[in-house]
């Protein structure tokens, strides 16, 4: 026979058993809304990183891409002098 002493305590512990329970799914629903939103937060820094990554290569081949022209345009000028410098002595 149980005794209604031991029955209330074992009611009791099963109530605590429940609130441990319900607090353990709390935390981890919470634990889990907290890991969705830094998933969310790594995959934008990560497109970002990737967004600015190709940014940065397109400003690389655009200075070149200047730097290049900027050369050509320096030799066409010496090119220009030259040819100047050349009918100037001519007309001499």
Known sequence: DVSVEKFREILAELDREKEARHAAEKAKSELQTS???????????????DEFGRLRDDAVREKEEMAKQVEEAAKERQSL???????SHMMV
């Open 81 to 87: 002098r030259s040819e100047i410098e050349k009918s």
């Open 35 to 49: 890991f969705n939103r830094l998933k969310v937060l790594a995959q934008e820094a990560i497109r970002k990183r």
